[in-house]
């Protein structure tokens, strides 16, 4: 996955609280596998009518080129289905801004190379004013946090270690693999300390 | 002198590897949970060519797309690919599996504990939410995304930031056919569904310690929707008495070992939480899900929110709600017509759960139709032992195999389009249990009451009757 720390792509609002994962990519999509291509299950059940059209209004459909979402509070909450990022991601989502995140999602999202970045319900409201219906081009500065649409400029909030991570596009099982040595420590000294600890086999 | 500490510093340092500069913790797993649904994670690791690393510490379940009509169900493709597909992993990796006709197949959140998986003092991982639920044993169990499940595969470790603590004082006595579902429901609704975000829950008081370890198990489960990875329970007699003899729990001396750690886990006197919260479990009411997030929800006995008297955001977002559930602002949420009900789920599919739908049920029939699907295979038994079945059958209901079933509706379990479901699970969110369902959250009772009348109804009534 590779790093970034600035990010210059189209803003659009949307605005709903609380949109869980499964509204992110309803469960039935979940089998496929991820070299198919998860963009069009993004959020189908809004976007889409019982017939499979496009509803005309819905935000996506009015911006396929947006890259930048503003969403409303407790985005991603839910679901621990990592493919609701693989269908933000795949649709070229590259950061949510919102006033909280569902915490799983909102790790899911840096694994993945897609910023979750906090922002105060003050700026949020300012974001989404300033907004409106259409998309704005929009500047994300991963380095300094902070995030600017024309001359409205709002700090957000991020994990120092998940702003690395993105920053570096670093994958985890590289790091752990360096702390291989005091992970076998660990292992030997809970052998001896708490043998319960591990499973009786099968009789 | 040491300094006075919570149950989860003492989980936390318990399993802390090292801490990085930036304040991740590398913490070391010790049961790693795998369902269908982590086809991604081995594709990862296998594209990497690397092995599973602890495949002793590894146990895969089929539930998520486990056919609870066995033979109808697997014919399907699609289910059928992800069953096949888990059982490829697990023989490849040489993992026990619980599959689908083996005696301790059931919902890998009532599998662990069941099976003695889940112990005290644990780290407990699972590509799934719920993973909260093992908390109630005094275990650090949380939910991961398919990167995390590829990384606790491949290292049996994982990199997490502590969490802050929260502390949930429940006390007093819960009235007649109240249940640990209304207390979650309660809280969530009190505090919103991310109320508790960025927290680990220690749930205490004396309504927690009066609770069955089944009840334990609701609490800590609905945590992740109020927000919190984590629920917590400090293990005690109660814990100890629901795990000794458990299939993979520790046997003779190891069981004596196990014993005198488990007596330390428990927050000291003097600790101090980032949050204390504080509930009345006396004035708690049966309570139910209007909406379409668990934060929606009242006592059965009031009427449905009005965005008139709400704030503009949070007007608009009832508005919604109300909009897709067909529901109107001021009714009265008691006596809304259901047209179907399901028993079931990680979060009340349990035998107390079954227990007490069935004691509504016993001599009554549904009027409309319903499903249950027992948590595990060995739920099922237990129950047909004592005759539930027969109670569910004779009041007109369906009783199936064990699963996820219409919890998340993937093996094709689903409520209908506009179709209104009394449900036991944990979300109501939309489309949940199938495209345009209709889902109302409550406890087994009263999805055994709203059965027995057809529509959204105050079980205590019932009780009453002296049939329960
Ligand atoms: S029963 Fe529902 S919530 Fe529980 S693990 Fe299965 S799908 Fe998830």
């Given amino acids: 996955m590779p790093g970034w720390s600035r990010h210059d792509g189209h803003a659009i609002a949307f605005p709903l609280h609380n949109v869980d994962t499964d509204q992110l990519i309803p469960s039935r999509f979940m089998s496929t596998p991820r070299s ?6 993004l959020l189908h059940d809004l976007r889409k009518d019982a017939a499979g059209e496009d509803h005309p209004h819905f935000p996506l459909n009015r911006h396929r080129h947006a890259s930048i979402l503003i969403a409303g509070r407790n985005f991603g909450s839910g679901s621990s289905r990592e493919a609701a990022v693989y269908a933000l991601v795949d649709a070229g989502i590259k950061a949510v801004f919102a006033p909280s995140f569902g915490d799983i999602f909102a790790g899911n999202a840096v694994n993945n190379g897609l910023l979750p970045a906090c922002v105060s319900d003050d700026d949020f409201n300012l974001l989404i004013r300033s907004l409106g219906d259409g998309a704005e081009l929009a500047m994300v500065a991963l380095d300094r946090g902070q995030f600017s649409i024309g001359n409205v400029q709002v700090p957000f909030a991020l994990d120092p270690s998940w702003r690395k991570k993105l920053i570096n596009g670093w994958d985890d099982i590289d790091l752990t693999m360096q702390h291989l040595a005091d992970i076998e420590r660990h292992r030997t000294k809970l052998k001896q300390t708490a043998p319960w600890s591990r499973p009786v086999a099968d009789v | 002198m040491t300094v006075p500490r919570t149950l989860l510093d003492k989980l936390w340092s318990a399993h802390e590897i090292l801490v990085r500069a930036d304040g991740s913790s590398l913490l070391w797993v010790d049961r790693h949970l795998v369902h269908e ?13 690397l092995p599973v690393a602890e495949p002793e510490l590894t146990f895969a379940v089929v539930d998520h797309y486990a056919p609870t009509r066995r033979l109808a169900q697997i014919a399907d493709p699609q289910i059928s690919y992800m069953v096949e597909n888990l059982r490829n992993n697990a023989t490849k990796h040489e993992l026990r599996l619980f599959d689908l006709d083996d005696p301790g197949q059931g919902i890998v959140h009532v599998v662990g504990p069941e099976q003695g998986l889940t112990l005290p003092g644990l780290l407990i991982n699972c590509g799934d939410s719920h993973t909260s639920t093992h908390g109630a044993f005094g275990a650090l169990a949380f939910g991961i995304g398919a990167t995390e499940v590829a990384h606790v595969l491949a290292t049996q470790t994982i990199w997490q930031r502590k969490p802050k603590a929260m502390r949930m004082h429940i006390d007093g006595k819960l009235g007649p056919g109240v249940s640990a579902k209304d207390i979650a429901l309660n809280w969530i609704a009190g505090l919103g569904a991310d109320g508790a975000q960025g927290h680990a829950i220690e749930y205490a008081g004396s309504t927690v310690r009066e609770l069955s370890m089944e009840g334990r198990m609701t609490l800590c489960n609905l945590s992740i929707e109020g927000g919190a990875r984590f629920g917590l329970i400090a293990p005690d007699e109660t814990t100890f008495l629901y795990l000794e003899g458990r299939p993979h729990a520790p046997r003779n001396e190891a069981w004596d070992a196990a014993r005198k750690a488990w007596v330390h886990l428990h927050t000291d006197a003097e600790a101090e939480f980032d949050r204390d919260i504080h509930i009345d479990a006396d004035k708690i009411a049966p309570t139910v899900t209007w909406g379409t997030s668990p934060e929606q929800a009242i006592p059965v006995t009031s009427t449905i929110p009005d965005p008139k008297a709400l704030a503009n955001g949070e ?18 949420i008691e006596g809304t017509p259901v047209d179907q009900v399901f028993l079931g789920s990680c979060t009340n599919g349990r035998i107390e759960d079954l227990r007490s739908a069935a004691a509504v049920l016993i001599d009554r029939k549904a009027k409309v139709p319903g499903l249950v699907s027992p948590g595990s295979a060995q739920v099922k038994a237990q129950a047909e032992q004592e005759g539930l079945d027969r109670i569910f059958i004779e009041a007109g209901l369906e009783w199936a195999a064990a699963g996820c079933s219409m919890c998340v509706g993937m093996n094709g379990d689903v409520v209908g389009p506009g179709k209104r479901c009394a449900s036991s699970t944990n979300r109501n969110f939309r489309g949940r249990q199938g495209p345009g369902a209709l889902t109302h959250l409550m406890s087994p009772a009263m999805v055994a009451a709203a059965a027995v009348t057809g529509t959204i109804t105050d079980v205590r009534p019932l009780l009453k009757g002296g049939k329960a």
């Fill in chain 1, 36 to 41: 198919q291509g998860y963009a069009r299950f």
């Fill in chain 2, 37 to 49: 649904g982590s086809h991604h994670a081995f594709a990862r690791i296998e594209s990497r060519g």
């Fill in chain 2, 315 to 332: 007007a608009e977002a009832v508005r919604d709600s109300l909009d897709y559930m067909h529901l109107s602002a001021g009714d009265p």
